[in-house]
Nanobody
Framework: QVQLVESGGGLVQAGGSLRLSCAASRNIFSFQNMAWYRQAPGKQRELVARITPGGVTLNYADSVKGRFTISRSTAKNTVYLQMNNLKPEDTAVYYC?????????WGQGTQVTVSS
């Protein structure tokens, strides 16, 4: 059983920044990759960014390229999502995801609201 605990969400004005954190209950090298997804009201959950435990960034959604940066701390078993120049369309619940050969785990989600 893996626990993923997200934090860092909140309310911010357009153009502002937030940093999300996802703390894993086990060594992140247990996973093949870790990712951030988001789900806006009435929309499907979508991939935002994905990274390997070794620090290789695998994917960014086109809508966040140049504004969001995914990173990780192996010492803290934590994955981060630095979000800059936020837009109202970034408003969503952001979920942490960890994929392993033995299964996939999700965090409980953290709300990000961007006001115009």
């Amino acid at each position: 059983q893996v626990q993923l605990v997200e934090s860092g969400g909140g309310l911010v004005q357009a153009g502002g920044s937030l940093r999300l954190s996802c703390a894993a209950s086990r060594n992140i090298f247990s996973f093949q990759n870790m990712a951030w997804y988001r789900q806006a009201p009435g929309k499907q959950r979508e991939l935002v960014a994905r990274i390997t435990p070794g620090g290789v960034t695998l994917n960014y959604a086109d809508s966040v390229k140049g504004r969001f940066t995914i990173s990780r701390s192996t010492a803290k078993n934590t994955v981060y999502l630095q979000m800059n120049n936020l837009k109202p369309e970034d408003t969503a619940v952001y979920y942490c995801n960890a994929a392993a050969t033995w299964g996939t785990s999700w965090g409980q989600g953290t709300q990000v609201t961007v006001s115009s």
